[in-house]
């Protein structure tokens, strides 16, 4: 496969890096900066994530691929935070189901928090809700490690996956991202507007954040906060940006 040995190689070559998305909530703040990882290819030009993350996780190269990501947004963020160029704000850092079920993930994890020195209550690490499905022992286990050290897990997609409720309420996780597709149309759709109801009250009795992504439109957003929603990410705010553009834009998000 053509690409993936290019994407062996995009690592060493430096053509792999780092978009930020900032979370806020409704009081304006920026609470968490959501990291998106970016492939310029040399002569393909930009390449969907949809389209190498997939190919990462199928060869393996999203463990290498990962703990760059982990190391380098950990790195940037504490530039950003120790010269005092930013204010605090949490990165919320995706892992795929092949990283998570690494038997050396939470080895990994722990060797960059080390070598990096952050703080890992400023992490977030953002999984979907399949992985706990499927893999209930490991996944039980890793996420309670992963607590131990104060790292809060959050559901991405929440809402595309099937996991019982029952299951949920006893495992260590501390955020659900309402997955966009229910955020689309609030205005309109009295079945997304059910759904995004249920999920935040869901939140607030099982003491959970519930943030909604893929916001897109002031619409959306007001029925976002009449509905009782209060942390917030998508277009509207700002798409991901390169980190140059984040700390540039970054008090115009709120
Ligand atoms: O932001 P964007 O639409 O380009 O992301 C596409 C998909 O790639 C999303 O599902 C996102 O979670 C995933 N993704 C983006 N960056 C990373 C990353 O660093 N690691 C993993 N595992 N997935 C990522
Ligand atoms: O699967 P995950 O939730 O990690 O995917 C994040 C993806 O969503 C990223 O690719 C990001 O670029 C994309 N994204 C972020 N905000 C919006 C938005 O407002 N609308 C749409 N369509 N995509 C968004
Ligand atoms: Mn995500
Ligand atoms: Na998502």
Known sequence: HMLESDLRKALDRGELHLNYQPIVDVEGVVTA????LRWSHPERGFVSPSK???LAEESGLIIPIGEWVLRTACLQHLEWTSKQELPHFK???NVSLRQFLNHDFLTSVDRILEQTG???ESLILEITEGYVHKHVEQAIFVLKQLDKRGIQIAVDDFGTGYSSLSRLKTLPIHILKIDRSFVRHLQSDSTNVSIVQAVIQMGQSMNLKVMAEG???VEELMQLQALGCTQIQGYLITPPLPA???VAQY???A
């Open 91 to 93: 990165l919320s850092v």
């Open 33 to 36: 900066a959501e990291v998106l």
């Open 244 to 246: 140059k553009e984040f």
């Open 118 to 120: 952050f703080n890992p």
């Open 251 to 253: 008090h115009q998000f």
């Open 215 to 217: 916001v897109e439109t």
């Open 52 to 54: 190498f993350i997939p």
